[in-house]
């Protein structure tokens, strides 16, 4: 099947390769992933400068970490996951690299901050991750990372944000959107279920996996509210600026300036 990582090297499990299938199954979904990458290191750069120390929230396999890393060689980064099964393939991936750090923690523990390595970042990072959060824990989260970004860094978020105000737009930009993710699964692109079922079958994966649908379940999500939400919200708790800086038919980047 195309996108089925080549798992095995003369020297252990392709990290890489797993970390590029990720990449792919969620490009899958998100046409323009690497746009909106692009979009929040210029912001980085522009913000925080060329070797920015970074918290990488729900890193997942490291996704913004390795852009992040090639795009700033003199970067650090802090990932935090509790996903065991995607910080499995985020440790094979960075193994070695003492810029980087990872981290398991519950982003719903209110202490979960205690297990960070710095007090402060000049950069807070996570891309399409919280949109399983509800609006009231997202909410506490926003305010804990007001105080973690330090003053003059930033947060930036990534991620599902739906206007409900307009839902002609939205149906129509949604049936465009599966429109082309038919096309691209007729290519042979593999979607979540798919890309879950392989890690399952995986001897690297296989454990981590089984826990992370213990912890998770299939899958959930929050309440996806508007960029103006975020925005204004990401104000209340203390950033002293807050707007989109790029966006797509139904996603955005919010950028928070401390």
Known sequence: MEGFPVTETAHGTDWRAWQESWDRQQEWYMPD???RFRVMLDMVEATVGPAPRV????CGTGSITDRLLRRFPDAVSTGVDLDPALLTIAEG???GDDRVTLVTADLTDPGWMKALPYAEYDAVLTATALHWMF?????????QLAGVVRDGGVFMNADHMIDRSTPRINAAERAHRHAGRDRAKESGALDWAEWWALAAKDPALAAPTARRFEIYGEHADGETPSAQWHAETLRLVGFAEARPVWSSPCDALVLALR
């Open 55 to 58: 918290l990488d929230l729900a």
């Open 33 to 35: 992933r690497e746009e």
């Open 135 to 143: 609006a009231g824990p997202l909410t506490t989260l926003y305010g």
């Open 93 to 95: 991936t960075f193994a």
